[in-house]
């Protein structure tokens, strides 16, 4: 049972427009969530978070947006460059559980086209 | 900081062969864990360590698959005896649990069993 679905493998936009990154969770215990970008041959790296307290946070290109009540949510990379070509991970995590657990997605490799 | 240390970076072992995968944590990180990246399943959670103690063991596949963590700088993940199905990354991360939702991930182990 996948509680962190990521159901779209890959997807392919040109430089300078909008990825969006889309992920699902069924576990309503999950109240903090992260991504995660990894490079081939390297381990992945943290790339932005959001509390279930919030339903938008932004880091410079990159906002994720969470829908509590659709147990969905979204990394926005906007404007797209090349150099974000790489997987993304969906993680979730239930703080109440005091271990720092995180539940992955599949991921969904993004390639950003010059 | 060396960051999380990995080693092997690849192993080609034959089926039935004993493999035996290893990670230096940051220093200072009381909580570790193991993933393996599959396409399927993305980064599956197989094991992790809180204090050098398994907290949650409920992800390694099976009986053929351990895990140890001897003191606070080192552990192992061993699997005996290989299957060709056990060929995967395997991913080991460190963190503390004050920041437990940011893991520091090692650049992984590529395992191929033939």
């Known amino acids: 049972d996948q509680q962190v679905k990521q159901n779209s493998p890959s997807l392919s936009v040109q430089e300078g427009r909008i990825s969006i990154l889309n992920c699902d969770y069924t576990?309503?215990?999950?109240?903090?969530f992260l991504w995660y970008k990894k490079y081939p041959a390297e381990g992945p790296t943290f790339l932005i978070s959001?509390?279930?307290?919030?339903d938008k946070n932004e880091d410079g290109r990159f906002t994720v947006f969470l829908n509590k009540s659709a147990k969905h949510l979204s990394l926005h990379i906007v404007p797209s460059q090349p150099g974000d070509s790489a997987v993304y991970f969906c993680?979730?995590?239930?703080?109440?559980?005091?271990?720092?657990?995180?539940?992955f997605g599949q991921g969904t490799t993004l390639q950003v086209k010059p | 900081d060396a960051g999380v240390i990995q080693s092997p970076r690849h192993e080609v072992t034959e089926m039935g062969q004993e493999v035996t995968l290893r990670c230096k944590p940051i220093?200072?990180?009381?909580?570790l864990f193991w993933y393996r990246q599959t396409m399927m399943r993305g980064l599956e959670l197989l094991i992790y360590?809180?204090?050098?103690?398994?907290?949650?063991d409920s992800g390694m596949p099976e009986d053929r698959f351990s895990a140890k963590m001897p003191n606070a700088s080192f552990s192992t993940l061993k699997i005996q005896p290989s299957e060709p199905r056990d060929s995967a990354v395997y991913f080991c991360?460190?963190?503390?649990?004050?920041?437990?939702?940011?893991?520091?991930f090692g650049s992984g182990t590529r395992l191929t069993v033939v």
């Open positions: 991360a460190s963190s503390t649990l004050r920041t437990a939702y940011g893991y520091t």
């Open positions: 576990n309503s215990m999950f109240d903090y």
């Open positions: 959001i509390s279930s307290i919030k």
């Open positions: 993680a979730a995590s239930a703080t109440g559980s005091n271990t720092g657990k995180l539940i």
């Open positions: 220093s200072g990180h009381n909580s």
């Open positions: 360590f809180n204090n050098n103690v398994p907290i949650d």
